[in-house]
């Protein structure tokens, strides 16, 4: 195992405890201070499982993004010193890169099958953070890290700041905290930004891809505000409902395999039903989210015409 590997998991496991700790005090606030959060020990647990596995499958499959950028590094433009300007400036900037790579697992069917594992709880807890994909060195969106690496920085801090930033977007998943002061609501992700993420209500989809700083969405006009009167419902737009954890994991790769095997299906559909946004169909005959938004009249777009 390589330096920048032994840095990620150095950090991940320095964080499971605090994790575990916060699901506790969260669990505690709930049940004993009637603090705004639901309990389920069924659904918390298949959340802590699949965390504890993605650590495996995704430390197993960590060469292959770290290998990326160690080739990377032999055409960087410059070597930029290990200082504290340089390391926030690499935070800042790969923060930017978690907005895309996240903008793209939901608007890309292939990097979606991923994703889906972390939005298939229909609640919002702390536990509900850890859900995480087991195959995120295979999405394709690591290559937007290489960037960094070619403008200067070094790959262990590129590495080291999407690691921090992940510990960060842990403490987002709670409907505890309600909302934090102006000014941090202003330009941080917070809690109520991160339950208006994992809202299916139509007004929330597609909103608040942040990782640490807000000001992405802000910025590319992907923000949307928690509506106090109208509180997110969590989970998949889709009926979904699974405790089994493998089943939870193949369940979009499945379903990619069994729309691009239909039969009758010409090569670019066959393409489309991989890469297009989750809910594509050739035959128009499903939702995507943009689709879910038109019907509730959210946009003002004339109707698109059906796919061919
Ligand atoms: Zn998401
Ligand atoms: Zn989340």
Same mark, same amino acid.
């Given at each position: ?9 150095? *950090? ?5 405890? #605090?994790?575990? /700790? ?5 669990? &505690?606030? #709930? ?6 959060? =639901? ?5 918390? $647990? ?7 596995? =993605?650590?495996?499958?995704? $430390? ?13 590094? !032999? @055409? ?15 935070? *800042? ?6 907005y895309?790579?996240h903008r793209?697992?939901h608007r ?12 298939? =709880? ?23 890290? #290489?960037?960094? &690496? ?14 921090? !930033?992940? #510990? ?25 930004h991160?339950?208006v993420h994992?809202? !299916?209500?139509?007004? @929330?989809l597609d909103a608040n891809y942040a990782?640490?700083?807000i000001?992405w969405d802000k910025m590319f006009g992907t923000f949307a ?7 997110? !419902? @969590?989970?998949? *737009? ?14 979009? @790769? ?9 039969? $009758?299906? =010409?090569? /670019? ?40």
């Open positions: 195992m390589q330096i920048e590997e032994l840095i990620a998991v150095k *950090v991940t496991l320095t964080a499971i405890p #605090v994790f575990f /700790l916060a699901i506790a005090i969260e669990l &505690v606030a #709930v049940k004993f201070f009637a603090q705004r959060g =639901s309990l389920n020990a069924k659904d918390d $647990g298949v959340s802590i499982f699949m965390g504890l596995f =993605s650590v495996i499958t995704n $430390g197993a499959a960590a060469f292959l993004t770290v290998g990326m950028l160690y080739w990377a590094q !032999n @055409y960087q433009l410059t070597i930029l010193p290990l200082t504290v300007t340089t390391l926030v400036a690499c935070f *800042v900037l790969d923060d930017l890169r978690y895309l790579h793209i697992a890309c069917r292939w990097p979606w099958a991923m994703h889906i594992i972390h939005h298939s =709880s229909r609640r919002f807890s702390m536990a509900v953070a850890l859900r995480q994909g087991w195959t995120k060195h295979f999405t394709g969106t690591t290559l937007l890290k #290489v960037p960094l &690496v070619l403008v200067g920085f070094d790959p262990l801090m590129v590495i080291f700041c999407g690691a921090l !930033n992940a #510990v960060y977007q842990f403490f987002l998943h709670t409907e505890t905290v309600d909302k934090m002061p102006r000014w941090f609501e202003a330009v941080f992700n917070t809690p109520s991160h339950r994992h809202g !299916n209500n139509p007004q @929330y990782g640490t700083l000001i505000a928690e509506d106090d009167a109208d509180r997110p !419902n @969590y989970g998949l *737009v889709k009926d979904f409902e699974h405790y089994n954890p493998f089943r939870i994991f193949i369940h979009e @790769y499945w379903g990619i395999v069994k729309d691009v095997l239909r039969p $009758g299906l =010409s090569p /670019l559909q066959r393409l489309l039903y991989i890469i297009a946004p989750p809910g594509w169909s050739h035959d128009g005959s499903r939702l995507t989210s943009t689709d879910i938004k038109r019907e509730a009249g959210l946009l003002d777009d004339t109707p698109r015409a059906p796919a061919e």
